[in-house]
């Protein structure tokens, strides 16, 4: 698609917003302008949807707090991980380093990604994911400040457990057995360690409530070490299929629903396939894939391990029209404004997931991310899975 009217209109306001908005708010919500902006460009929005997009949210996004102290160097960055209130010193840190390598985005992110004691390629499975969407789309639009931001957003939001669960030892020994994806999350439906972890009810945020699970934990590193990555261009369709189907096949069969963190996950895969393009062949691919394999093992678990339906799916038959022109003729006639599913950051991160995994993968999967798509348009109404009362979330959840 292209991007040459709107991307002086993105740069102007990614500049803006990363100069007078924190990254991460007081309430702990992150905010969102980087990632929709990067959105609707690559869907060729109009000037005045980024625009839009821009004054509608700004307004309820703080700025920056000063840090306590500054960042200097390795050992005072990897002391400081996961410590929210040096998210400036952060910030001034990677931006440093980026005129360091002459604003070479790439070198910046090699630089941090696989080095030190604690790499920060384990900090892009923080927070859903949402660092390897922001090193991702840095790398579609070569931003530096989409990937510094990035590095920024993966030092702070650090989660120790994750890099525990990714660097357990057991993952260099082999394992009894290799598995798909489909295979291995089918396991885990029925995997008793993970009953009642769960006891606040659904949500991501509970994860707290495996990581604090000793055999919970083991579980999953067992899932993590089965996972069968000996030929990466063969998986990445099948976590591509997996996350399609988790987002539009859970649901119960009379009442679709789609529920917020399992979206995540469609975004996650296609992330993982543009950042695969940068990485060398063997350890450090091996490091990306199976760090999001964890997301869709913790998100599947959290979300209380709903049934698996692809005849939710499969069994649509797209009507004349229903192709991806149609989609994107709905998005420019209904805009983001006034309320509008468009206007919705996820919904709209994930119609254009959907396309990018579907030009990539359709041929191979029976045309389901268009048929996901053309779901989502009929019967979104808003996002469940968000906590609360798990009879509630929409979810066909295993009794």
């Not at 975004?267 to 490091?287: C, E, K, M």
């Amino acid at each position: 698609m292209g991007q040459q009217t709107s991307r002086p209109v993105f740069d102007s306001k990614l500049t803006k917003s990363h100069v007078e908005h924190a990254l991460i708010q007081q309430d702990g919500r992150h905010n969102d302008i980087p990632t929709v902006l990067a959105t609707l460009l690559f869907l060729d929005a109009s000037p005045e949807m980024l625009k839009h997009a821009y004054r509608s949210r700004k307004d309820s996004l703080h700025t920056w707090a000063p840090s306590p102290g500054s960042i200097t160097d390795e050992a005072t960055k990897t002391a400081l991980l996961g410590d929210k209130r040096f998210q400036r010193a952060f910030m001034t840190y990677f931006s440093l380093l980026n005129n360091q390598y002459n604003s070479n985005s790439l070198t910046l992110a090699h630089s941090q990604l696989f080095t030190g004691p604690k790499p920060l390629v384990y900090g892009l499975f923080s927070s859903l994911g949402l660092p390897l969407t922001f090193l991702s789309d840095g790398i579609e639009l070569r931003s530096a400040i989409l990937v510094a931001q990035s590095l920024t957003i993966s030092a702070v939001d650090w989660t120790n457990p994750i890099f525990d669960l990714l660097t357990s030892p057991q993952l260099a020994r082999p394992a009894s057995e290799l598995l798909s994806p489909e295979e291995l999350l089918r396991r885990v439906a029925y995997d008793g360690r993970f009953s009642g972890v769960m006891k606040s009810g659904p949500g991501y945020h509970n994860i707290s409530q495996i990581f604090s699970n000793p055999s919970a934990r083991t579980a999953v590193i067992e899932y993590i070490q089965q996972l069968d990555c000996r030929n990466i261009g063969l998986l990445l369709p099948q976590l591509a299929s997996l996350s399609v189907l988790l987002l539009t096949a859970t649901h119960k069969p009379t009442a679709p629903a789609f529920d917020f963190y399992l979206a995540h996950l469609v975004t996650a895969v296609n992330s993982l396939r543009i950042i695969l393009g940068i990485l060398d062949q063997g350890t450090h691919r091996i490091v990306a894939v199976r760090g999001v394999w964890l997301l869709f093992v913790l998100v599947y678990v959290t979300q209380l391990r709903p049934v698996v339906d692809g005849e939710l799916l499969h069994g649509i038959e797209l009507q004349g029209g229903h192709d991806w022109q149609g989609i994107y003729e709905l998005f420019c006639g209904e805009g983001i404004a006034n309320g509008g599913r468009f206007g919705n950051g996820p919904f709209l991160r994930v119609m254009r997931t959907l396309w990018e995994l579907g030009q990539e993968y359709d041929g191979v999967g029976g045309g389901m991310c268009l048929k996901a798509a053309w779901k989502m348009i009929g019967y979104w109404g808003g996002w469940t899975g968000l906590g609360g009362d798990s009879r509630e979330v929409g979810l066909n959840i295993r009794l």
